[in-house]
């Protein structure tokens, strides 16, 4: 059972307070969508053995859905942030790098976080 | 037989009787089950899984694969408990399993008779066809034979506790190993929990002689115990097995409470729920049985196993007995043995030569050293009387036959490394030990990447007493000194995983493996020659390592014939994967409290006492409970539901629709937020006016339905289904978290805020002005209208909203009001005929309206199309939720099954989940389907029964008659319109 830490409230709870919401910073394809860009928004997932991205809810907390940096084969914890991102911010990336390699890190990287 | 003197652990002043099948028997304080049958000369304690075979204890602790018993009877009836582990009281009941009509003589060891046919996996090859005939036939007939004991039937009366907590350090294992860590971490001032399984503390170390601290071992213990206890952050149990290491460090340890005592006030077990910094693994280490012919019959045990009983309780099978080895330490039998009077004409040894100073303290003793020797077979029926000795390295030719009461078997040790390879901890193959030890360089790992577990003592594969306890010292505080020992040296092992190892197919059908699950040398071959590689499979296909063994008795050896089988190196082979939990834990523990009335929350409206005063039978929606019916005396729940239908179309009904969910939206984005929820424009409703709503997954299924009130510019009142309101409110609020981010919107859950009273049927009106306060007529408050004031003082909102066709108003009023209201309408509807009705009443009214419910005519497959209501969507919107999905080919197939109503020829009710009957057969060679009900009811208002269904292009097939299968029997139904009643809906709009 993992432990984590939500970004917003700062309580460090067990798994059990948390629900799981797969994998994060997928973009939405509407309307305008090809089948294959939609097809892949549905249902392609990356499944990594090693450094995922992934959302959470603190749900029987502050009910606020955030991001993790989690290694799916050890579980160790890089990071938790907040859910309004573009991808894992620069503390979290250097942790991948430090733990996991730079290329683990440019692999999960997505650009600085969004502020808005 | 109980020896005339020794037993450091039995109280030959307090003698206890008990009864083991149909015998009374005594033993002594401080026996266990299986100590005490021993000293009762009796050593048949079971049979085997699969050939019956008789079988006695092999192991004197908590690996014991053999003697399992139901302990005690009826409720409290505990099935495949160890005897060894058993701890004796007065008074006890034991019932040995798993034969028929009675231990000694098993009419089921048969199977043994014709094992020939029953090898590994015969049950995949055997009883194939005729199909049928497997569930039918072979399997009843396979688990009657095979099995363990069976679980008592009734509710299990006994309390188990619960509790959390945190340390710094936990040390699972009391031995010498352990109570050194946990000295040396508490010294650091770390908060300590430390567990032992048995009863007392020391482990091995006691009965395995050498010296700590320049004394008995037995001496340091209780002075390092008496040292623990005496620390204010130390916690200490026996009787507490650490059951599983979990990820992050997450430890479940199940405490014994009053099993011991056969019972007393309090609960019978504690489940632990730890979270620990890092955890000592220093649960020592199993030694592992020689795989020589016969090596199952009763009195055959391991040789650790053999002076544990002589030293702990005195007792043994015999007063000779025969000790086979590849390793130095089981010689530390020998020397037991005979110090206790017990002969040993034999020590067979299958190393070339032994010359260590145990072998030699052996030939001192005057016993007897055979060299290069192993054993052919066992002679005896029912228990061992005899050994065939041979040479080790041949084919198994009898070179003589020596009388004895016991073997004592050696083939090495094996780490106990479960609770290190449970999180992911690796491990590695120890070539001088023939052993698997964690590997150090990859540990389990916890939140930040670090180790979390650290093995000691003979965990860590460090088997002799100093090096034990000096890694035991080292695991707590790297920095401590560890206490001085000494134990004799010993030479290498020779690793013997068949003997003899030239011995023929015959024997090696007679070699077990796995006692429990009789998996023999000859089936893990089998299934190397049947192409099983990997040693996962392997263990699936012979069933080695299952049910309790969980690979502590068995896995080195099978692996090792496995890796012998495959040519192949042992390391490569590699292990099984070690699962939680390490040992049985039963599953009152884990339950604890949550169970009965307390297993879940239950959810109660604020009428609910009144609905429970009202005899009310109660239906689970979710975690609520709502009213199905309110049966009057002698009503049937059928003659209920017809009564409060007609009542509520010819007068009026009052319905707790307060579980109904209800969500808050509200902000300046508010609109547009739930134009993207909802499949329709809830943005251009007006303020005071309701508008039916959709909610789609992405794919474009439906999810849930409701009715949308705006209340204000910026704020809507989303009402979802009573299942739905947790669901549906976690769904927006991960929108706008995630992914609309900065739009400026609020939602608030206000389901439990609000009670809610459906006032339904002709009389509605009537009974809301007797109430006064609001004009609530049709100019003032039209259908589909809401509006807020005060009825009978009481502040309201009022909403003209109908899912039964009748005139109908939804009546929310603060919670904590909505009994005052709820009798105020009882009493001002008494003329009027009210009557309160229920869930299902409200099922068949919507259905006589054509109303689809969620989760009837929904699941998960369905798209609002198919139901009809592309109404309810708007075209106009560029973009919803489920807009993309439902562009999709599959979802646009004329094809798609769609709603219609359903009425049978002859006014029957078509059974619940029946399928039309297409033409011909489908690609799986079934009977093809063109349909299928999703509600079914006998309409009162009808007098006949009505359904709903789902069929291939239905609208367009109206009239048409179709057959229903289900429940063996067929009906005819035709394909009518789905609103059976009033379709100009008059009766809603008045």
Request: hydrophobic share 45%.
């Amino acid at each position: 059972m993992l432990m984590l830490v939500c970004p917003y409230c700062g309580v460090t709870a067990e798994e059990t307070e948390f629900a799981p919401g797969g994998e994060a910073h997928l973009s939405r394809v509407g309307p305008d969508g090809s089948d294959e860009a939609f097809e892949a928004y549905l249902f392609a997932r990356a499944n990594p053995k090693g450094v995922h991205l992934e959302r959470w809810r603190h749900a029987y907390g502050c009910g606020k859905w955030f991001l993790a940096a989690r290694c799916t084969a050890t579980l160790e914890v890089f990071g938790t942030y907040p859910a309004q991102s573009k991808g894992p911010p620069p503390a979290v990336l250097d942790r991948i790098a430090d733990r996991r390699g730079a290329g683990a890190a440019a692999r999960v990287g997505r650009g600085a976080p969004d502020a808005s | 037989m109980r020896l005339e003197t020794g037993g450091r652990l039995i109280d030959r002043t307090r003698p206890l009787r008990f009864r083991f099948d149909d015998r009374w028997m005594t033993g002594l304080a401080g026996d266990t089950l299986a100590s005490a049958l021993i000293g009762q000369g009796r050593i048949l304690m079971g049979r085997s899984f699969k050939y019956h075979r008789p079988r006695g204890p092999v192991a004197a602790g908590l690996e014991e694969p053999n003697a399992l018993v139901t302990l005690g009877t009826g409720a409290r009836a505990e099935p495949n408990v160890r005897a060894t582990q058993t701890e004796l009281f007065q008074g006890l009941r034991a019932d040995s399993q798993n034969r028929w009509p009675s231990l000694a003589f098993d009419l089921m060891a048969a199977n043994d008779l014709v094992s020939r046919f029953l090898p590994a996996g015969f049950y995949y090859k055997t009883f194939i066809r005729p199909r049928a005939a497997w569930k039918h036939l072979f399997e009843p007939a396979i688990r009657r034979a095979a099995g363990l004991g069976p679980a008592p039937k009734a509710a299990d009366p006994d309390r188990y506790d619960q509790v959390y907590a945190f340390c710094d350090v936990l040390v699972a294992g009391g031995g010498v190993a352990g109570l050194a860590a946990a000295l040396a971490a508490a010294r650091t001032g770390a908060r300590v929990m430390l567990f032992e399984q048995a009863p007392h503390w020391g482990g091995r170390a006691p009965v395995d002689g050498g010296t700590v601290a320049g004394g008995d071992p037995a001496g340091w213990v209780a002075a390092a115990v008496a040292e623990l206890a005496a620390m204010p952050d130390v916690t200490l149990r026996t009787r507490a097995t650490v059951a599983a290491v979990h990820d992050h460090g997450y430890v479940l340890v199940e405490e014994r409470l009053t099993d011991h005592l056969g019972g007393g006030p309090g609960p019978r077990r504690r489940l632990w729920r730890i979270r620990a910094g890092r955890v000592v693994n220093a649960c020592g280490a199993f030694e592992r049985p020689l795989a020589f012919p016969g090596n199952d019959r009763p009195g055959v045990m391991l040789a650790s196993a053999l002076r544990d009983y002589v030293v702990n309780w005195a007792v043994a099978p015999g007063p000779a007995a025969v000790v086979v080895t590849n390793n130095d330490d089981a010689y530390r039998t020998a020397l037991a043995l005979r110090r206790a009077g017990i002969s040993v004409p034999v020590i067979a040894d299958a190393r070339p030569a032994a010359d260590g100073p145990l072998p030699q303290a052996a030939r001192a003793a005057g016993i007897r050293v055979a060299t290069g020797t192993g054993i052919a077979g066992t002679v005896g029926r029912g228990r061992v009387v005899a050994v065939q000795l041979c040479d080790a390295g041949g084919g198994g030719h009898v070179t003589e036959t020596i009388p004895c009461d016991a073997v004592a078997m050696s083939g090495g040790w094996s780490p106990a490394v479960h609770l290190w390879s449970q999180p992911g901890g690796r491990l590695r193959w120890d070539e001088a030990g023939a052993m698997f030890v964690p590997d150090p360089d990859h540990p389990p790992t916890g939140a930040a990447g670090e180790p979390i577990v650290t093995c000691a003592g003979a965990a860590a594969g460090a088997l002799r007493l100093p090096d034990c306890i000096a890694s035991g010292a080292r695991a707590g505080d790297p920095a401590a000194a560890a206490p001085p020992a000494e134990a004799e040296a010993e030479a290498p092992l020779l690793p013997v995983w068949v003997m003899p190892s030239g011995a023929g197919p015959r024997k090696r059908a007679k070699m077990w493996l796995d006692f429990q699950n009789d998996v023999k040398v000859s089936d893990v071959e089998l299934a190397a020659r049947e192409g099983y590689r990997s040693v996962e499979h392997t263990k699936r296909y012979t069933t080695l390592g299952m049910a309790t063994d969980q690979g502590k008795l068995s896995n080195v050896n099978g692996l090792a014939v496995l890796a012998q089988a495959l040519d192949e190196a042992i390391p490569r082979v590699g292990t099984t994967t070690f699962r939680p939990p390490f040992v049985p834990v039963t599953i009152g523990a884990l339950a604890g409290e949550a169970r009965g009335a307390v297993f879940q929350p239950l959810r109660r409206t604020p009428l609910h006492d009144w609905h429970a005063a009202h005899g009310a039978v109660w239906e689970p929606v979710g975690l609520w409970r709502r009213p199905y019916c309110y049966p009057r005396a002698n009503e049937s729940r059928a003659d209920a539901v017809a009564r409060e239908v007609l009542n509520t179309r010819r007068a009026l009904g009052l319905l707790d629709a307060s579980t109904l969910g209800k969500i808050v939206v509200k902000g300046p984005d508010a609109g547009r937020f739930l134009d993207m929820i909802y499949t329709g424009a809830m943005s251009s409703l007006p303020v005071g006016r309701c508008r039916y709503g959709l909610l789609c997954n992405e794919q474009g299924f439906l999810i849930d339905d409701g009715v949308v009130a705006r209340l204000a510019e910026d704020t809507w009142l989303c009402h979802t289904t009573s299942g739905g309101a947790d669901r549906i409110h976690v769904w927006m609020e991960d929108w706008l978290q995630t992914e609309w981010w900065n739009w400026r919107v609020f939602t608030l859950n206000l389901t439990e805020q609000l009670a809610q009273i459906a006032v339904v049927g002709p009389h509605a009106r009537k009974a809301l002005e007797a109430l006064g306060g609001m004009d609530v007529s049709k100019a003032a408050l039209p259908f589909m209208h809401w509006a807020e004031g005060t009825l009978a003082g009481i502040p309201a909102r009022v909403f003209r909203i109908s899912f039964s066709g009748e005139l109908s108003y939804e009546v929310a009023v603060p919670a904590d009001r909505g009994v005052e209201l709820w009798e105020r309408l009882v009493a001002a509807g008494g003329p009027l005929g009210v009557m309160p009705y229920g869930t299902e009443a409200l099922h068949v009214m919507r259905a006589e309206k054509g109303f689809i419910m969620i989760g009837d005519e929904t699941d998960g497959t369905v798209i609002p199309q198919d139901l009809g209501l592309g109404w309810a969507i708007s075209a106009r919107k560029p973009d919803y939720l489920g807009k993309r999905g439902q562009m999709r080919p599959a979802l646009a197939d004329p094809d798609r099954w769609r709603l219609v109503g359903l009425m049978t020829l002859d006014g029957s009710v078509i059974p619940e989940g029946a399928y039309a009957v297409g033409a011909g057969r489908n690609a799986n060679g079934q009977t093809a389907t063109e349909g299928r009900v999703t509600s079914t009811y006998f309409s009162p208002t009808l007098n006949r029964g009505i359904a709903l269904g789902l069929i291939r292009r239905g609208p367009e097939r109206m009239g048409e008659v179709l057959t229903f299968a289900a429940e063996g029997r067929r009906v005819q139904a035709r394909i009518v319109s789905p609103v059976f009643h009033d379709p100009e809906g008059k009766a809603q709009d008045v």
